[in-house]
């Protein structure tokens, strides 16, 4: 499989300190790559450097195998972008606004109808074409915002925090959107909530404090993270003291009078064990959950391991 971008030993320091350390990854063709850390982790930092919108201190981009600070103008005709905060002239209609990205995009003249055409065919805002994007809501923003992005068909579109500020039913219309997209282009999304890249990513890269902290497929990094507790519901349910006399149980949290989570290591039939428990003593379970750590135990735990 051909690499679409290769970033290599990249680091940024702003006036004062560095933002990035020694980031190194490959992305291969096609699918959804995540880019995830906490807020100030160096996300944006990373991005905008591949992107072209910030130079970097140190450390290369290759674009298709073209070295970003060598041929800028070459490497950047192959990838789309959109930043955290999309860059739409709202004054514009959707049609006028995505003329005016292609002619930016070096799209032949008499190309670029059937360009615009296309694309908002693409991400589904044909029927607002005439319309003033300033009177579009904030998913249909977000979809002229991915058009403009993808309208050179760019072999790599990056996303930043592209779900940000929708509302749920916004957030499930971006993602099925993202997922069609990626058919054809590779995406490289950043978030910082675990969830969103679980959801939509083939592999993860995870930053932390400017530094790479992980790389890999979503699959590994799901084994990787263990559970460490469960939720459990009680209708009958017994004194603490009983609930740690459990294998494997570390810890017990009562978070209401029916309602605990269960800490535990080394059990990998905790469930079972739990089960078997509430049965001989009529402890009347109805409700059972592995609850994998939280995104700030990860962080820590990976910060410390890398
Ligand atoms: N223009 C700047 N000047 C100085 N420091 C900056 C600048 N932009 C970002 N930083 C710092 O660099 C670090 C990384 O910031 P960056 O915006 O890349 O993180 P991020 O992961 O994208 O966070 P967020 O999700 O909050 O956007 C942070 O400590 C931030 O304060």
Redesign the pocket.
């Known amino acids: 499989m051909s690499i679409v971008l290769k970033v290599e030993k990249l680091s940024h320091r ?2 004062t ?1 560095w ?1 990035i350390r020694d980031i190194n990854f490959e992305i291969s063709q096609n699918g959804v790559i995540g880019l995830l ?1 906490s ?8 991005m905008n450097i591949i992107c072209g919108v910030l130079n970097q201190t140190e450390g290369d981009v290759y674009i298709n195998g073209i070295n970003k600070r060598e041929q800028p103008k070459l490497a950047k005709k192959q990838l789309g972008f959109l930043p ?1 905060t999309p860059p739409l002239y709202t004054d514009f209609t959707v049609n006028e606004y995505l003329t005016y990205t292609a002619d930016l995009r070096f799209i032949e003249k008499k190309q670029v109808k059937r360009s615009v055409d296309e694309v908002m065919d693409r991400v589904g805002i044909t029927h607002f074409s005439s319309r003033l994007i300033k009177n579009l809501s904030g998913g249909y923003k977000q979809r002229v915002g991915i058009a403009q992005a993808i309208i050179h068909k760019p072999s790599i579109v990056i996303l930043d ?1 592209p779900t940000t500020g929708l509302d749920p039913n916004q957030i499930i219309e971006a993602r099925k959107l993202i997922r069609e997209i990626s058919q054809d282009h590779t995406i490289l999304l ?1 978030s ?1 909530v675990l969830s969103e890249i679980n959801l939509l990513c083939r592999d993860i890269i995870m930053i932390e404090g ?1 530094r790479m902290v992980f790389s890999d497929s979503m699959e590994s990094f799901n084994n990787y993270i263990q559970p460490s507790a469960v939720l459990v519901r009680m209708e009958n349910a017994p004194p603490e003291a009983e609930l740690l006399k459990i294998n494997g149980v570390t810890k017990v949290q009562s978070l209401s009078d029916k309602q605990y989570r269960i800490y535990f290591s080394g059990n990998n039939s905790i469930s079972e064990s739990i089960i078997a428990a509430s049965m001989q003593q009529n402890w009347k379970l109805t409700e059972i959950n592995l609850e994998r750590s939280m995104l700030d135990d990860v962080f820590k735990q990976l910060s410390q391991n890398s």
């Open positions: 702003y006036a300190a933002a850390g807020n100030g982790a160096g996300k944006s930092t990373t955290q925090e950043s910082h400017g």
